[in-house]
C-alpha cells in the first residue's frame, strides 16, 4: 500500500481581498475546499465569481489574505509553493507558439521543465504524452494551424512533461464545439486517472457533468456548493443543471455560503443513504413531472421560492474523495508505472541554450518578422546614403587653394570657411542621422520582444523558468541583430561617403548606441503592461533623441547637462566626430555646433552603462510577476 500516492489538497477557510480597507473586496471569501486524488472536479459559477482567482491562489499567483493553502500535509503559505513539477496549469490563453510544430512545442517544454532526460528519453516520454492527448498523428504540424480543440489538447499536454500531482486548467473548453468540448472533458478525466492526479478545471459548461468526481459551485467568491455531480439538481432544487445559475441570483452569496456551511458536513461524510434516497427523491419527482406535462414541470421545479430543506449530517459519499475507494486509491495503481522522479527544473545555462534555440527557429520561420528586420538592415543605410549624395562632392573636394596674394588669400579663406560650414552640417547631420536610425532599429529590436508574450513568459516562469536565463537568451538573440545592423550601417555608409577615421572605432560607437537602445527598450518591454504600451513608450524616448541630444540645437546648460547622460544618441554622436579629430572635417563640425563633444572612451563608456542598466531593467520586470 502506497500512501503517499493519495494526493491531497487542502483550502482552509481562504479568503482572498482586495482594495484598501475602506473600499475592500472579497474575490474570496472563507473558501474551505478538500480534494484526495485522483479526482477530477469541475468549478462553475457566473462570469466574475471568481473562478480563476481561485486557481490562482491554489496555484501560489495569489496570496491568500486569510486562511490557507494545504498540500500532502504542508502548509503552502508558510513551507513554500508547490514545486514546479508537481503543478501543472493550463491558462485561459495558449502558451504554445504558432511558428513551432506539435513535437518541438512540447519537446521545448520538456528541456524547459525537466532535468536529467537525455535526448532519447525526451523523445519517448514526448511521443507517449502526445499520444496519450490524441494528437500523436499531427505531430510534425505547426500549432498555428491546429483547430481549437487540438490546440486544448496540445495545452494539457503542455502540462504533462513533468507528470504533476495537481492540474489546474482554466477554461480549456471554452469556445469549442460541443464535440470537442466533451472529448476535451473526457481526456481531463483519463489524465486524472492515468497521472494519479487532481484535475480542478474552471468551466462555464454544465455539460458533461458525469465526467466529473465532484463540482464546486462558486457564486461571488462564496462557495455555493461542492459535493458529487449528481447531488447538484437536488441541493439547488432544480431540474436541471442549467438552471443552477439563474437561481444563485435569487439569494445572496453569503446566504447561499451560509447555507453550504451549515450542510456541508453531509456531503463530506463517507457514505449517507439519506442524502443518497433523497436525490432519488428529487430525481424521481422531477421525472413523473417531466412524464405529465416537461415544460411546466421544468418550470415548476426550478421556480421553487424555498430553499429544500438540506438532510441531516449523517453520512454521504465523500465528494472530495479519490473517485475509488480508499484501499483502490492505496493500492498499487502506479506501483507498475515509473513515475519520473521529483525533478528540479534543469539549470540556468541548459534553459538559457534551450530558450536561444528556440527564438532562433522562430525568428527564422516568422517571415514577416524577418523580412522587416532585413528591409530596416539593408534600408536604412541607404536611406543615410541618399542624404549624402547632394554633399558628397562637396564632403570630398573639402580643401582651401593657396592664394597667389592676400586678396585671393582672404578670397580663398571665405570660399573655405562656407564650404566647411556647410560641410561640417552636412557630416554632423549624416553621423546623427545613422545614430538615429539605428536608435530606431533598436527599439524595434527590443520593445516587443518581451512585453508581446509575457503570458507565456509568466506561464513558464511558473512551471521553473529563470527570469535570468529568459533575459540573457533575449540578450544573446539581440546582440547578433544588432551586430548585423550596425556593421552593415557603418560599412556601407563609409564606403560611400568615405567619412574619415577608424573603421572599427566608428562601428563599434554605431554598435554600442544600437545596444544601448535595444537594451532599454528590452527592460522597457518587460516593465509595460502591454506590447502596444511599450512600442509607444519605446518610440517617445527616440523621438527625444534628437532634440536633446544638442546636435541640432544646443541646448540650455542646465537642460544639457540633467538630460546628457541619458540621451544615447548624444555619445555616440560624439564619439563619433572624435573618431575624426585629427582630420579636416573636424574643424568643420566644430565651427556648426555649439555642442561640446565627448571623448571616444567616455562614450563608449556611458553607451555600456546603457547597456547594463537596461538589462538590469528587463531582469528586475521579469522577475516581477505581471499575470494581467
Ligand atoms: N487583480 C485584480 N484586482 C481587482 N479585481 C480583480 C483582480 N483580479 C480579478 N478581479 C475581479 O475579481 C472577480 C473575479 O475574477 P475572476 O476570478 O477572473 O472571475 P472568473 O470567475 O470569471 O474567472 C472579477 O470581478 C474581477 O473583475
Ligand atoms: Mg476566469
Redesign the pocket.
Known amino acids: 500500500m502506497r500512501v503517499q500516492d493519495v494526493r491531497v489538497l487542502e483550502l482552509k477557510d481562504v479568503t482572498l481581498l ?1 482594495g484598501d480597507e475602506a473600499d475592500q473586496k472579497a ?1 474570496l471569501h472563507e473558501a474551505t475546499l478538500r480534494f484526495s486524488g485522483p479526482h477530477f472536479c469541475a468549478i462553475v ?1 457566473p ?7 481561485l486557481l490562482k491562489i491554489i496555484a501560489g499567483l495569489h496570496e491568500p489574505t486569510t486562511g490557507s493553502v494545504h498540500w500532502e500535509d504542508r502548509d503552502l503559505s508558510t513551507e513554500g509553493d508547490l514545486a514546479p513539477s508537481e503543478i501543472g496549469y493550463v491558462p485561459q490563453f495558449s502558451i504554445a507558439f504558432d511558428h513551432l510544430d506539435v513535437w518541438e512545442n512540447v519537446e521545448t517544454a520538456m528541456r524547459l521543465r525537466v532535468r536529467g532526460l537525455d535526448a532519447e528519453q525526451r523523445s519517448e516520454r514526448t511521443e507517449h504524452i502526445l499520444h496519450e492527448v490524441g494528437l500523436d498523428g499531427i505531430m510534425d504540424r505547426p500549432v498555428g494551424v491546429l483547430s481549437g480543440g487540438q490546440k486544448r489538447r496540445l495545452s494539457l499536454a503542455l502540462e504533462m512533461v513533468t507528470s504533476p500531482a495537481l492540474m489546474l486548467a482554466d477554461e480549456v473548453t471554452s469556445g469549442l464545439d460541443p464535440k470537442a468540448e466533451k472529448e476535451i472533458t473526457a481526456l481531463m478525466h483519463k489524465i486524472s486517472r492515468d497521472e494519479n492526479c487532481i484535475v480542478l478545471n ?1 468551466t462555464h459548461s454544465l455539460s458533461h457533468l458525469d465526467l466529473y468526481d465532484s463540482i464546486v459551485v462558486l457564486h461571488e467568491g462564496h462557495i455555493a456548493y461542492h459535493g458529487p455531480t449528481r447531488y447538484l439538481i437536488h441541493y439547488f432544487d432544480v431540474a436541471r443543471p442549467e438552471e443552477v445559475f439563474p437561481r444563485l441570483a435569487r439569494k445572496s452569496p453569503g446566504s447561499w455560503h451560509r447555507s453550504w456551511v451549515k450542510h456541508r458536513a453531509a456531503y463530506d461524510a463517507p457514505a449517507n443513504a439519506e442524502l443518497e434516497a433523497a436525490a432519488a427523491r428529487h430525481e424521481k419527482v422531477l421525472a413523473a413531472a417531466r412524464a405529465a406535462n416537461p415544460v411546466v414541470a421544468l418550470e415548476r421545479v426550478g421556480d421553487t421560492g424555498d430553499l429544500p430543506e438540506h438532510p441531516p449530517s449523517s453520512g454521504l459519499a465523500d465528494p472530495c474523495a479519490p473517485a475509488q475507494s480508499y484501499e483502490a486509491a492505496c493500492s498499487p495503481l502506479r506501483e507498475d508505472r515509473d513515475r519520473p522522479p521529483h525533478h528540479r527544473p534543469p539549470g540556468a545555462v541548459s534553459q538559457f541554450f534551450t530558450l536561444l534555440g528556440r527564438r532562433w527557429k522562430i525568428f527564422r520561420r516568422d517571415k514577416g518578422q524577418f523580412w522587416i528586420h532585413a528591409a530596416l538592415v539593408f534600408g536604412f543605410p541607404c536611406l543615410v546614403v541618399i542624404f549624402a549624395l547632394e554633399g558628397l562632392p562637396a564632403i570630398q573636394n573639402l580643401d582651401a587653394a593657396p592664394g597667389a596674394n592676400p586678396l585671393q588669400q582672404l578670397v580663398e579663406a571665405n570660399r573655405y570657411l562656407v564650404q566647411s560650414t556647410s560641410v561640417g552640417s552636412l557630416v554632423s547631420g549624416l553621423v546623427m542621422f545613422q545614430v538615429i536610425l539605428l536608435t530606431l532599429m533598436g527599439a524595434n529590436n527590443g520593445a516587443r520582444e518581451i512585453a508581446s508574450e509575457r503570458l507565456v513568459f509568466e506561464k513558464e516562469k511558473l512551471g521553473g523558468l529563470r527570469p535570468i536565463s529568459y533575459v540573457l537568451s533575449k540578450a544573446a538573440f539581440l546582440f547578433v541583430l544588432v551586430a548585423v545592423q550596425s556593421a552593415w550601417m557603418a560599412l556601407f555608409v563609409k564606403l560611400i561617403c568615405r567619412f574619415p577615421g577608424d573603421l572599427f572605432q566608428q562601428a563599434g560607437l554605431l554598435f554600442m548606441v544600437n545596444a544601448a537602445m535595444t537594451s532599454v527598450c528590452l527592460g522597457i518591454s518587460s516593465l509595460m503592461r502591454s506590447a502596444e504600451q511599450a512600442s509607444l513608450v519605446s518610440v517617445y524616448l527616440v523621438g527625444f533623441q534628437l532634440p536633446l541630444s544638442g546636435a541640432v540645437l544646443a541646448l540650455p546648460e542646465f537642460l544639457g547637462a540633467a538630460s546628457r547622460p541619458f540621451i544615447a544618441a548624444y555619445w555616440s554622436w560624439s564619439g563619433l566626430l572624435q573618431t575624426m579629430k585629427d582630420t579636416r572635417f573636424y574643424e568643420a563640425v566644430q565651427t556648426v555646433t555649439q555642442t561640446g563633444l565627448s571623448p571616444v572612451e567616455v562614450c563608449f563608456w556611458v553607451l555600456g552603462c546603457h547597456v547594463i542598466l537596461g538589462l538590469f531593467l528587463a531582469w528586475m520586470g521579469c522577475k516581477h510577476s505581471r499575470w ?1
Open positions: 482586495i474575490l459559477g462570469s466574475g465569481c471568481g473562478k480563476s482567482t474552471v494581467e
